[in-house]
């Protein structure tokens, strides 16, 4: 009838563990069973997945693995894998993850009898994923497949030490997010030793607070859907809107800025008041003058100097101050 509500069925928290434990087996079986596929893809033996395998317990583990297990109880895998299980595959402990153990007790030395999450053991990368999917998956891991990371067959062990807490947060293989981000984006590591740069190597931010390393919307894997956009989370100031819009700032702050290091000022692409002559060419009017190295306070104290007060003054923000947009009846000459 009109005006009535249909009945709200309310489960209490046990039938909503009891659901949520539910969808995550199906969301295991369907999981083993594309692991399975892969392997057999792969050419990978298949015992890591085999159905004639058992679990055995972390107690047999511990018999040959003691050094492994005294580093793992620090993490938060083992509190909650051991302390404080909430399904089926988390009651496992170390199988959960490297999955059924008992044809490995029987011979250890058979690399396919067990999930490694090494590249020396050789299981495949797909497979190592797979695992940690099962429970890390969706969230900030939504855009994982097809992402770069992925795309390059980088393995959550490259960046991750699930065995260890080597790290603060988030287990990561050094001390800290960006020293793992450095270990294979080089160049960007010597950008941040340049005369100016992101206060990443003071410790005042990480690679994380503009990246997403799971994976994006944006090629870059920014945490947000543009470059712009990222940038003034921090620097709210430069967002507007404004009245009087510069438009290289308005497309992009990569048009004048390098967002990890430079060695001019303000990470600049380049110096002042150069940078500005890129577009403000002389043809098209003030300044009128190409600057170039003659005009320095140094080069004035040679025969025929002359030097420049923009050159040597750092040029056009001297009066040009708001030149990210103004808000001002100066208009668009971003005096004030």
Known sequence: MKGLRAPITVFDERQRTQ???????????????AIGAVLTLAG???????????????????VCHVDDSRHFSHTRHAKIFRLNPKTERERQGCEACHGPGSKHVANALDKGTIIGFTREWGTPVEVQNAQCLGCHEGGQRSYWAGSPHALNRIACSDCHSPMARLSKNGLMRTALVSDTCALCHQQQRAEFQRRSHMPLPEGKMSCADCHNPHGSVTRPLLKADSVNETCT???AEKRGPFLWEHAPVRESCLNCHVPHGSNNDFLLVGARPFICQQCHSP?????????????????AQQPGGNQSPRVIGRGCQNCHSQIHGSNHPSRARFQR
């Open 283 to 299: 043809p098209l009017g003030h300044p009128g003058a190409f600057y170039n190295a003659s005009e320095t306070a140094a080069a």
């Open 44 to 62: 990978w033996p298949p015992g890591a997945s085999a159905q004639d395998t058992a679990y055995v317990g972390d107690g047999k583990c511990i």
């Open 233 to 235: 989370v921090c620097h």
């Open 19 to 33: 659901a949520i434990g539910a969808r995550r087996t199906l969301v295991a079986g369907a999981r083993a069973a």
